[in-house]
C-alpha cells in the first residue's frame, strides 16, 4: 500500500505549528486542571488519546519520513509531562495518562512501519 505523503506547501506551517504547540500543551497540562463537564469517566484518557494523535498528525506532516523518531520522542515528550504534573499541587502524574498518548500515536503505525517492496 503506498504511503501518502502531505503536500510539500504544508510541510513548513505543520512544522511551525507542532514546535508551537509542544510547548504550549506543555504549559496547559502543568496549569490547574480547569473544571468541565465530565461526561464518561474515561473522558481524561479519550482526550489524552486525542491530542497525542493531533500531534503526531501534524508532526507527520512536517517530517513525513521521521514517523520512528516522532513516535519515540512524543511517548518521551508525554512521559516527562506526567513526571512534571507530579511536582504541581494541583496535577498528578498519572501512568494510565501516558498510556492514552501512547495509544494516540496509534494513528503513525502504519507510517512506522518498515515497508517491504514487492517485485511486480
Known amino acids: 500500500m ?12 505543520a512544522r511551525l505549528l507542532f514546535i508551537i504547540a509542544l510547548p504550549l ?9 480547569p473544571d468541565i463537564v ?10 489524552h488519546a486525542l491530542l497525542f494523535a493531533a500531534l503526531a498528525l501534524l508532526g507527520r506532516a512536517g ?3 521521521r514517523s520512528g523518531t516522532l513516535v519515540l520522542g512524543l511517548l518521551a515528550y508525554g512521559a516527562a509531562m506526567e513526571v512534571a504534573q507530579s511536582f504541581t499541587p494541583w496535577r498528578v502524574g498519572d501512568p494510565l495518562d501516558w498510556l492514552a498518548d ?10 512506522a512501519l518498515p515497508r517491504r517492496h514487492h517485485a511486480a
Open 2 to 13: 503506498p504511503t501518502v505523503m502531505p503536500h510539500p506547501a504544508l510541510k513548513f506551517p
Open 25 to 33: 500543551v506543555f504549559w496547559l497540562a502543568l496549569r490547574p486542571a
Open 38 to 47: 465530565q461526561i464518561v469517566s474515561w473522558q481524561d484518557k479519550l482526550e
Open 63 to 65: 517530517w513525513h519520513r
Open 102 to 111: 501512547a495509544i494516540g500515536l496509534l494513528v503513525l503505525l502504519p507510517s
